[in-house]
């Protein structure tokens, strides 16, 4: 393949779009994690996405759009509660999933009546997106880009080791940096009366109550789960352990004001919530450089983000 782009000039995006037009897969930055993107309204190419990720073709994939009058293409029955998500969030680290259009084919929902919808909120994506439709483009089909199950990559040298030897030479990276957030995104379901939280993430329930004025049901982890999605996920090779104890020689992730078990190879040392998000997923992969058997995680307390971090680390020490 053509290699990681890393000068981004609106050139060499302008060119990106009109390879994802042709069928070409452009993996792209967003705040969240990288995502593999595809020409959503193409069959072929979003095919050809599943097979470089390796992902179970009844799993859907997010629609990414430039602006907020595209999701009547892909959406109907838009609730006025996600209107006051979309004003309020959009664009963000937040998925909304609604009825789908004729438009959302079975290839996209993973044949599921549903379709799930975001429009990022980093330049490159946001730019990218722009391109995409002015020459006819409506969504970019993008998970992340990372095998299935494995580890979601947040900087473009990730995506690089996850994918590279699976593309074609047509296919692209574009670099923009390590994510900012480095978390997935929030998924919410629209399609019920109140909205539900499939997955955490940035925006917390906190935000959605505040935006909408509806008390969601108390958070329950265990009850948060993707459909279509399995229990493991987001896994590097080492394996995960809750625990603040770690034999020697083994990771070691904690907050800043926990100490490292003797000999134990801290990893990282976050001061916030939000250094911990960013970081985690980059420590998960340095463990696996590192060739370890198994990395110890102490999980953030409190809600908010901390319960987004909490629900990664459980499901990636799952087995
Ligand atoms: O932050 C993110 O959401 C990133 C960036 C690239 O946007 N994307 C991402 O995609 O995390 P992915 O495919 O790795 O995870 C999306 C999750 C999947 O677990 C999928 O099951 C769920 O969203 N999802 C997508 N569309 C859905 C739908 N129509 N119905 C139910 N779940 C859906
Ligand atoms: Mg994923």
New binding site residues.
């Given amino acids: 393949m053509s290699g990681i782009i890393s000068v981004c000039s609106i050139n060499a995006l302008e060119q990106a779009a009109a390879n994802l037009r042709s069928g070409g897969l452009v993996a792209?930055p967003?705040?969240?994690?990288?995502?593999?993107?595809a020409d959503a309204s193409n069959e072929v190419a979003v095919k050809r996405m599943y097979n470089v990720k390796n992902?179970p073709a009844n799993?859907?994939?997010?629609?990414?759009i430039a602006r907020i009058d595209d999701v009547t293409y892909w959406a109907e029955e838009i609730p006025d509660y996600a209107i006051s998500l979309i004003r309020d969030y959009w664009p963000g680290?937040m998925?909304l999933?609604f009825q789908?259009t004729k438009n959302?084919g079975d290839f996209?929902?993973?044949g599921?009546d549903?379709?799930?919808i975001?429009i990022?909120a980093h330049p490159l994506?946001e730019n990218l997106l722009a391109e995409f439709r002015k020459i006819g483009g409506m969504g970019i089909a993008?998970?992340?880009?990372?095998r299935y199950g494995a580890v979601?990559p947040t900087d473009a040298n990730a995506v690089s080791q996850e994918l590279l030897e699976f593309l074609a030479a047509k296919d692209q990276i574009i670099d923009g940096g390590p994510c900012a957030?480095g978390?997935?995104?929030?998924?919410i379901?629209c399609t019920k009366e109140n909205p539900i939280i499939?997955?955490p993430?940035a925006i917390t329930s906190e935000m959605i109550e505040a935006s909408t004025g509806i008390v969601l049901a108390p958070d329950k982890l265990e009850n948060i789960r993707?459909?279509?999605?399995t229990k493991q996920?987001y896994s590097p090779k080492a394996k995960v352990l809750v625990s603040k104890s770690a034999n020697p020689g083994e990771g070691f992730i904690a907050l800043d004001d926990i100490e490292t078990p003797t000999n134990a190879i801290r990893l990282i040392s976050p001061r916030t919530i939000e250094e911990y998000a960013r970081q985690l997923y980059s420590a998960l992969r340095q463990a696996d450089e590192r060739q370890v058997d198994s990395v110890s995680i102490v999980p953030p307390n409190g809600d908010g983000l901390a319960m987004a971090i909490r629900d990664r680390i459980t499901r990636a020490s799952e087995n």
């Fill in positions: 792209f967003t705040e969240t994690v990288y995502g593999l993107g992902r799993h859907p994939v997010i629609v990414h680290p998925t999933l789908r959302a996209i929902t993973g599921q549903v379709v799930g975001r990022p994506a993008a998970p992340s880009a990372n979601s957030i978390i997935e995104s929030t998924i379901d499939l997955r993430g993707v459909p279509g999605s996920h």
